[in-house]
Every structure is written in C-alpha cells, then in structure tokens.
C-alpha cells in the first residue's frame, strides 16, 4: 500500500458518496452526543428507533434531566446496556450544566471528561458535529483498515494515529464516515463483498476470491 493507492481508494469513495455522514439521526451536537453515548454496542437502526422518541422530549440537557432517570430509561430499555448508559446520560447532562452552560464542548479534553465518553466517542461528535478532521476507529474502520492494509494495526489507537498519518488530507474530514459505512456494507466481518467491492483491485486482503481471468 502506497500514498498514490491510497489517493485512488478515497477518490472511488468519494465519487461513489461525496457527502457521507453518520447514519444517527441528530439535530444538533447535544443530540448526536446522546445518540452516539447509546450506540455503543448497540446497531443505529436500534438507537434510532429510541431517539426519535426521546428527542422531542428531551433536546437538551436541562430536559433531560427533568424526566429523571426512570424516565429517560423508559425511552433507552431497548437498547443493550440501557441501564448504565442512562446514568452516563444523567451525569453527562450535568456536567454539561454546571461546565458549560449547556453546550457540548468542542475540544477532546472536555469531551472525554464526560461519563462515558472515550476516545472513540470523542472524536466521532468532533468531527461530526464540529467538523474536525479526526478519525474514530470502530470495529469496522479497524477491520477494514488491516484487510485492506490501508493503515494496519495492532490495537484501535495504531490504527487512528496511521489513518491520520496516511489518508491524504483532502479526505480527512471525511474518510472516518467511508470506512465505517465500507465496513459495514461491503467489507462485512464475515462475509465481505468483495465482488461487489469498488476498491477490491487495490485492496491488498489475502482472503479475497481471485477474480477470473
């Protein structure tokens, strides 16, 4: 894998999707923190399905914390880990409150001091809602990244630090978005696509069929 490879790769998925963006539905920083704090283990189409009634209830944290905690469980019980993750919301909100006048902070530090805010989800509400060109390496980005060699790794945070060092700057912002939705349609865990794949010409995974001559 080289820089003029990697130049083609993001070209191709910047052709086939130019505007990507997460599949979480959001309206403002406050609601994609929330949405990304309960998608963790735990599919969009699920998180989705329980923001879109939480939401118009509660877009803030002040609100938020006037449903109290059995209430906000009410709307998260189906989703995996609903319990924790609901405290996290309650401590979340505030702290918002009390450190930021109840605005999401727009720098990693502030971010990570939050209950149950990491790395990960970090960097997804900078980029997304605050459109800074970092990298939150998931499940999927990891996957892809070591099948296609595009910046392989041991561990989550290699990945991220060889992402930003490799991906040409011109995609930064948006390759995070690529990778995830790459990996989740195409370069799959088990079965990946790769008949299907409109970077499998360079994609440097072993396992993948040889096509016909």
């Known amino acids: ?95 918002l409150l009390e450190r930021h006048n109840g605005e999401v902070p727009a720098s990693r530090e502030a971010l990570e001091a939050l209950p149950g805010v990491g790395r990960k989800t970090a960097n997804v509400v900078l980029n ?24 392989p790794g041991k561990n989550v945070r290699e990945v991220e630090d060889k992402l930003m060092k490799f991906v040409p700057k011109e995609f930064l912002m948006d390759a995070h978005h690529w990778l995830i939705l790459h990996g989740r349609y195409t370069c799959k865990a088990q079965k990946p696509l790769c008949s299907k794949c409109i970077i499998s010409d360079l994609c440097e995974y072993p396992a993948k069929p040889v096509p016909p001559a």
């Open 1 to 95: 894998m080289n820089k003029q490879i990697r130049q083609e790769i993001f070209e191709r998925l910047r052709d086939a999707n130019p505007h990507p963006t997460t599949e979480l539905n959001f309206n403002s920083p406050f609601e994609l923190l929330i949405a990304v704090l309960l998608s963790a283990q735990a599919t969009d189409v699920g998180v989705n399905k329980a923001t879109a009634k939480l939401f118009p209830v509660a877009d803030n944290p002040q609100a938020m914390l006037d449903l109290g905690l059995e209430g906000v469980m009410e709307y998260t019980k189906t989703i995996g880990l609903y319990k924790t993750k609901s405290k996290h919301i309650m401590e979340t909100c505030r702290i």
């Open 128 to 151: 997304t809602a605050f459109r800074q060109p970092v990298m939150a390496v998931d499940t999927h980005i990891f996957r892809v990244s070591n099948r296609t060699k595009i910046a």
